[in-house]
């Protein structure tokens, strides 16, 4: 594997001053985190007093592009808008409302810290880097957790109904991995009311002109002028015609890549295309390995199966989880007694128990899924029980009515109304998915790709390693490190675009001002265009025999199988030479009906797994050179004794930055994390 | 629950782009699971076409799971087909039986004009929105967000009509076409909360102009877009927003 990868590794240069040069010429040998200097907490208030301005006559000459219209870029957009920058918005879907962050269900994190149960803006950050397991930026982190609680009166302000206590104030939840209360939500809705409440905002910028929307279009191509990233190839997706878009800045904020495993919890368009073409035209790629599974999903029901469907991980505050004690138990879960039900979480880890992060509750469950105690047909299944919330919850509201002697069935009855209003719209879910009804039988519930932690790398500015390209959102790679804490990626989209980038970008497009836009009739625009029709032109050649979709599905299976829950050397090494066969036979054997100017689904979809499959190489090699286990990124080589992750902190206390050097070739660059207030231990949830 | 595996007919809407006419043709699929979803059927009639070198079947979708409000399939005569409170991509095959017939339709509105097959421009709902559907706030300018209490029978009304997915099931639904549903919706999800309340009469006089504008039949309370809505919002949205209009008019200054 070493010839693959040559290391160039030149560190970070730490503490430079606002007006450090650019890395034009080099900033494909070097990787700047750009963090500020100062103490942690000093050093975004240090930042945004000093950051460069432009001017409000100024900012009406200056063009961006934001590439995806899901929290992260409708945020910007709005905000962009709202400055008075002459913004154009891209997504692929037919609205910007319908992007994948609507589907976010459990809720949103901010340091309010309304319940005064000891949470604090220090706290917040602490349990995200913790929660990362050690992989994440502290200074990113940190003004993360800063900005949350403005967040939240935002989004109030635009008129997002958030969950509300009788006396008329905002409801917490807690979310696993925490001990405090600091969720907010709006049922099991929230990503909905945030991508409403940002889309609006979005919408009233559109109408007074400040932002142009094109929707059904889809970003094909970055075109780079001098060293910067100065516009984009979109094509129209109804016409299927390329169209050429000058900015003088770039902002990708176009999700997460999950469906690189094919099944995930990602919406069916969820793709890798525009963070792609970004990172073979010198955008370093993060940490591409780093994948979240997610512990509470509905299991796999057969091949024909197009996706998974989440449950919140909110449901871990109320249901239990469990498998019978017993292997191969075949019984009806009424009919296993109390005794003999193993509540394996609460067992390994009190402190904890139902909520401990996602990564340690998902591989829990694969551990006595894999040793013979799953349920369910498919045995790939433990169960998540409502059973005891529900009594709990009765007793409380009978005591609230005054009552005395109640029958069981009372308080099973009020119990349930209880429940349904918090996680109704989610049972309901379960029960049109799977025909059970959860509020009489446990769910059944087994771990699924849900989100990606890895992305673009990104400075402290948000920018990539091409200069005037940014990345927010999931695409980039910046705040989680090697494990998302729940309800916190909400929190980052909506961080980066309402309350980051309008200062961040004005730092660089300060520089911009008398940079006059430029024609699209440029050599380099037609150029890139050229790119993009060729490739087209190919896919549309080869006229083989197998679908796009049957494609997709191969990839998939050998990304779960080789690089997901849990992964080995000798599995990645076959999953990497697996997958360049895939992609030789992918390029002489894929069959693309219809035409290039027509609306074509087949061929979008086709674009996106040519893509898919070289990232998943990447993320096989990134997986292969990490030889530590941390977060989500489970090396069965390096556990301990008891099967928890063992980091390695002497070798790995880095982000692998990966720099595209031409066909399945990559050279890794290093930017090491430094913890200045924070001191790495082996995390505990017992 | 029992699974069982079905052949099915299918009568779906083919039509190439938005000039050309269109016609139902006639598809058959077999041994498909009754656990599948009516989308993932759709998945199998599409590779089965790409197999035999047609051109396969145009539809929105991107969630699959009944939040985004793409789907959009008018199944058997009713959007979204025969369950209730659903959407297309939480519809089940064990919906349907052996041997059935299933017919297949885009939404038909003179608003949505057909893309291709089962797609539809959804777009004359965004310009709705724009005409008033927000608050106007800029970024930065809030107060604290417990500053604003507001009574949890509010915010619970708010939110139970701000749950309206966009999808254009009750514009399908309705003989007229009519937008209302949808319009009420938003109205309601803004006049329920104080913050809403400056904007409120403007809001309303320009969300119904644009809809006037896109060609919405008008309402005749026959209640079908309530019945067929994935989300349940409810048609008392309508007398609110009827109400915000007439209280608008009278005393609008514009
Ligand atoms: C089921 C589910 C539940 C979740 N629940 C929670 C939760 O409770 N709390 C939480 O914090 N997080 C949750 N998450 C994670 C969270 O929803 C996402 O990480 C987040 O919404 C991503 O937002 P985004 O703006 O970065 O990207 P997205 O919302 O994915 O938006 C991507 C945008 O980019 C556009 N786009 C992509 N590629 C292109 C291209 N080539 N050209 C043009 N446009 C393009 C798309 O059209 C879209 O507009 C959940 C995720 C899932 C799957
Ligand atoms: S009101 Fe109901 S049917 Fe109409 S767009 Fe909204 S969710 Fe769809
Ligand atoms: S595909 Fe999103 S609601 Fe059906």
């Known amino acids: ?686 | 629950m029992e699974h069982y595996n079905m052949n099915l007919n299918l009568k779906v809407w083919r039509q190439k782009n938005c000039k050309s006419k269109g016609e139902f043709k006639l598809y058959r699929v077999e041994n498909i699971s009754s656990e599948m979803s009516f989308l993932e059927m759709f998945d199998v009639l599409n590779e089965q076409l790409i197999h035999d070198g047609e051109d396969p079947i145009t539809f929105d979708h991107d969630c699959r799971e009944g939040i985004c409000g793409a789907c959009s399939m008018y199944i058997n005569g009713k959007p979204h087909g025969p369950w209730q409170a659903n959407t297309t991509c939480q519809l089940h095959m064990r919906a349907f039986n052996d041997g059935d017939t299933v017919v297949v339709e885009p939404w038909r509105a003179d608003a949505f004009p057909v893309i291709k097959d089962l797609m539809v421009d959804r777009s004359a709902f965004d310009r709705i929105i724009q005409a008033g559907g927000y608050i106007s706030v800029n970024t930065g300018n809030a107060v604290d967000g417990n500053a604003i209490p507001i009574p949890k029978d509010d915010a619970d009304a708010s939110f139970a009509a701000a749950m309206c997915i966009g999808c254009g099931a009750c514009v399908a639904a309705c003989k007229n076409s009519s937008a209302m549903l949808f319009l009420s919706a938003k109205v309601s999800h803004l006049a329920l909360l104080p913050q809403g309340a400056p904007e409120r009469k403007s809001r309303v006089m320009n969300m119904v102009a644009q809809m006037d504008k896109e060609g919405f039949g008008s309402c005749t309370n026959t209640g079908a877009c309530e019945a067929t809505c994935p989300k349940e919002i409810s048609i008392t949205n309508i007398a609110r927003l009827n109400k915000e209009y007439l209280g608008a008019g009278f005393t609008s200054d514009k």
């Open chain 1, 1 to 686: 594997m070493d010839d693959r990868m040559s290391e160039c590794f030149l560190g970070v240069i730490k503490n430079k001053n606002l007006s450090a040069e650019r890395w034009a010429t080099n900033h494909r040998n070097m990787l700047d985190a750009k963090i500020p200097a100062g103490t942690l907490d000093e050093k975004w208030t240090e930042y945004k007093g000093h950051c460069k301005l432009v001017n409000p006559a100024n900012k009406r000459k200056l063009e961006v592009i934001v590439v995806g219209t899901g929290l992260a870029g409708a945020s910007a957009a709005a905000s962009l808008g709202e400055l008075g920058y002459q913004v154009k918005a891209f997504c692929f879907q037919d609205s910007p409302r319908r992007a994948h962050s609507i589907a976010a269900q459990g809720g949103i994190n901010a340091a309010k810290n309304y319940q005064n149960d000891g949470d604090s803006v220090f706290r917040l950050f602490y349990d995200t880097i913790k929660g990362g397991d050690y992989r994440a930026r502290e200074a990113n982190v940190h003004r993360l957790s800063e900005v949350s609680a403005n967040i939240i009166d935002q989004c109030v302000a635009q008129g997002v109904p958030f969950a509300r206590e009788y006396g008329g104030l905002l409801s917490n939840r807690s979310f696993g991995g925490t001990q405090v209360q600091r969720t907010f939500y709006a049922a099991g809705q929230t990503g909905q009311q945030l991508l409403i409440g940002a889309y609006q905002a979005l919408e009233r910028q559109i109408a007074l002109g400040n932002v142009k929307m094109y929707s059904r279009h889809e970003m094909l191509e970055i075109v780079e002028i001098d060293g910067k990233a100065r516009g984009i190839i979109a094509r129209d997706l109804v016409t299927g015609k390329l169209e050429r878009h000058f900015g003088h800045a770039i902002l990708l904020c176009t999700g997460g890549y999950g469906n690189v495993f094919y099944l995930s919890t990602n919406a069916m368009g969820s793709n890798v295309t525009a963070a792609w073409k970004a990172h073979k035209k010198g955008a370093a790629f993060g940490n591409p390995c780093f994948t979240q599974i997610h512990p509470t999903c509905i299991p796999v029901s057969g091949d024909h199966q197009s996706k998974l469907t989440l449950m919140s991980e909110s449901l871990r505050n109320d249901g239990r989880i469990w498998v019978p004690k017993a292997k191969g138990d075949n019984r009806k879960a009424s009919d296993i007694p109390e005794e003999e039900r193993d509540y394996y979480l609460e067992r390994r880890y009190p402190a904890f128990g139902n909520l401990v992060p996602r990564d340690v509750a998902s591989r829990a469950a694969k551990e006595r899924c894999d040793e013979g105690y799953g349920v369910g047909t498919s045995k790939q299944a433990v169960y998540l029980d409502f059973g005891a919330a529900i009594i709990r919850y009765g007793k409380i509201e009978i005591s609230k009515e005054g009552k005395d002697n109640a029958s069981q069935e009372e308080i099973i009855a009020l119990g349930k109304e209880v429940v349904k209003e918090k996680y109704g719209n989610l049972f309901d879910m379960y029960e049109k998915i799977t025909g059970e009804n959860p509020y009489e039988v446990p769910m059944r519930i087994y771990p699924a790709v849900h989100y990606t932690m890895g992305g673009l790398w990104v400075d402290y500015e948000l920018q990539t390693s091409v200069p005037g390209l940014y990345a927010l959102g999931e695409a980039n790679f910046s705040d989680h490190g090697a494990n998302r804490l729940g309800a916190s990626a909400l929190m980052q989209g909506l961080a980066d675009g309402y309350f980051v980038i309008p200062y961040t970008l004005g730092n660089s497009l300060a520089d911009e001002i008398y940079a006059k836009a430029i024609e699209t009739s440029h050599p380099a625009f037609e150029e890139a265009k050229k790119e993009v029709a060729g490739r087209i032109q190919k896919l549309m050649g080869i006229k083989g025999k197998q679908s796009v979709e049957s494609f997709h599905k191969r990839l998939g299976k050998i990304m779960w199988e080789k690089c997901g829950m849990a992964r080995n050397a000798k599995g990645l090494q076959e999953a990497i030479t697996e997958i360049q066969a895939l992609k030789k036979e992918f390029w002489s054997d894929v069959r693309i009906p219809g035409e290039i100017e027509e609306m074509n689904p087949e061929l979008d979809k086709a674009n996106r797994v040519a893509d898919f499959i070289e990232l998943g190489e990447l993320m096989c090699i990134d997986a292969l050179n990490r030889n530590e286990s941390c977060g989500g990124h489970f090396r069965e080589e390096y556990q301990t004794p008891d099967g928890e992750a063992l980091r390695d902190d002497a070798n790995y206390m880095y982000v692998a930055a990966w720099e595209y050097a031409g066909e399945s070739k990559w050279n890794l660059h290093k930017e090491t994390l430094n913890y200045e207030v924070i001191k790495p231990t082996q995390r505990n949830y017992k």
